[in-house]
């Protein structure tokens, strides 16, 4: 190991990391901004360190390895499946700590039992923290972006609410923002009394034509910006959601999912009893649960030593799937994160669908974590 600053356990790490069977991917520090600003979420986002080539393509430090990873195995053009691993500097703006800080991880590419790749994931994230951060007691949380997407679409929402629930999964006050917001819908929007008319009575049709009048009129060219048709859309689609209410049932059925908070052990069964509870057919999303638990059960894992959160989620808007976090410390430090991120591949650039899960190990806060043990 060569890179200054490294931890006093970098070695053993990238040992442990080997054994692992995961190659180790060198990834330049300089990334094409483009991915991380569309994909990886606004907590990100607003993190990242920007800058410009003299071509003005933007550019920034590296903010993450999952995403530069799946685009080096993407221009590589090489088979699956396939697993990497990385130790590195990642770059974020943060309110406490360092602005650069080693990150190590796995990424594990087109493995097609995705139940038994979730479970290695957990499983080797606790392994190494519970290596290299030896002497605390480890808090494992579990969530499920593919079962809170199930609960929501059973529902009934309009896609409009739908996409804005799943966005804001793991962000509680903006999830519970937009519950507020369903169980008490802001139609205070001040309107044209006649894009209002248009509006109440789902005119469309008579709505386009009024804009597009009124656009002729002011001597604003349908051209310059959006048109007539493409405004009539916009105003229609924050219409339905402006105005959209959840039923009591169905606004009690997602504050219920919400605060279901079990050990691992007790989940199929809570998680089954809530859909038969709430009338929702979800069976897809729990089964795909129920063989990630058989999985982990599988690697000997303790089920009961691990908790499923029905809220839990990680502010990166990639995830499809499981997400998972490993905290130690006085403090709760989280140590290591992941998850599932199914779509991902196919955005970046991927022929096919490939199936993808991964963690990374906070270093900087293993040894805080080492230090006080």
């Excluded at 795909?288 to 303790?302: Q, T, V």
Aim: proline share 5%; with cysteine.
């Amino acid at each position: 190991m060569t890179q200054a600053g490294l931890p006093t356990f970098a070695d053993e790490l990238a040992l442990a990391l080997d054994a692992l069977e995961a190659g180790r991917v060198d990834i330049p520090v300089i990334q094409p901004a483009e991915p991380f600003l569309d994909m990886a979420g606004e907590d990100l986002r607003r993190r990242i360190f920007l800058t410009e080539s003299e071509t003005g393509e933007s550019l920034c430090l590296r903010p993450e390895f999952t995403i530069p990873v799946c685009r080096a195995h993407i221009a590589e053009s090489v088979g699956t499946p396939r697993r990497y691993s990385y130790l590195g500097k990642v770059f974020r703006q943060r309110r406490d700590g360092a602005n650069e800080f080693f990150q190590a991880g796995v990424e594990d590419l087109g493995e097609p039992d995705e139940a038994r790749a979730d479970a290695r994931a957990v499983s080797d994230a606790r392994t190494l923290v519970s290596s290299f951060a030896p002497g605390n007691a480890l808090t494992v949380t579990i969530g499920d972006q593919s079962v809170f997407e199930a609960v929501v679409a059973g529902l009934g929402l309009p896609a409009g609410w739908q996409k804005r629930l799943i966005h804001a999964f793991g962000n509680e006050q903006a999830l519970n923002a937009m519950i507020a917001r369903l169980a008490s819908p802001d139609e205070s929007a001040a309107l044209d009394d006649t894009v209002a008319g248009f509006l109440a009575a789902g005119d469309a049709s008579g709505l386009e034509k009024h804009i597009e009048s009124v656009m002729e009129a002011t001597g604003y060219s349908t051209h310059a910006s959006r048109s007539p048709a493409e405004i009539t859309a916009r105003l229609m689609d924050k219409q339905a959601l402006a105005s959209t209410r959840l039923s009591p049932d169905a606004l009690d059925a997602l504050k219920t999912f919400l605060a279901l908070d079990v050990p691992l052990d007790r989940a199929a069964e809570t998680l089954a009893a809530f859909a038969s509870s709430a009338g929702l057919d979800i069976r897809s999303a729990q089964t795909s649960f129920e063989a990630r638990l058989d999985a982990l059960s599988e690697r000997g894992e303790d089920l009961s030593s691990i908790h499923w959160r029905a809220a839990f989620g990680r502010p990166l808007d990639y995830y499809t799937g499981l997400v998972f976090e490993i905290a130690a410390g006085g403090a709760n430090l989280v140590l290591a994160g992941g998850g599932r991120y199914d779509r991902l591949m196919a955005l970046l650039g991927a022929q096919a669908p490939i199936p993808a899960v991964g963690f990374s190990l906070w270093l900087d806060r293993i040894e805080t974590v080492r230090a006080g043990s």
